[in-house]
């Protein structure tokens, strides 16, 4: 009974013939097999090959997105600590007669604290790193080399976009 498979012809090394021979010999294998199971992984791995680029771009995208959450976790500790040192160092130690007091105003305090550290999380607002994106630039802050290309262009005449320096 004639095959529906193409038939093709091919040349190899004769290592590669040895090989192959070596492996149509097991039991329920022939040549042809060996040959399609071979050329089927192969393929095979063109798809592992761009499924793994792809999981490599997104774990590139999440190192970096980590990389950008610890730098912002350390600024917040050591904005905390130099904080604590400078308010460690500036307030002076409270007599006994008057501790009490200093109690119910630290008291009173922290509950102002609490109360604006739950609307500054409610409201999605950051203040420190919102401070810190006001004083801290990337790359995002300055002009791509496109950019740069498309503002030395000189415009046409008959734009009106911008003053010429004649007039």
Known sequence: MPSTKPRIWSYIDPLNHARLQ??????GSNESQVVN???????????EVKRDAALIRRLDRMTRQSEVLKRNQIIAAEAFALFMRYFLTVIPPVPDKDKAAAQAQGSARFERYIESLQTVLADGETVLFAALEDIMVDETAFFTKDELMRLNEPLPENRPERARSDA
Do not use: T, Y
């Not at 070596?22 to 039991?27: E, F, N, Q, S, V």
């Not at 199971?37 to 798809?47: D, G, I, K, Y």
């Open 22 to 27: 070596a492996l149509a010999k097991r039991p």
């Open 37 to 47: 199971n071979a050329l089927s992984a192969f393929f095979a791995q063109e798809h």
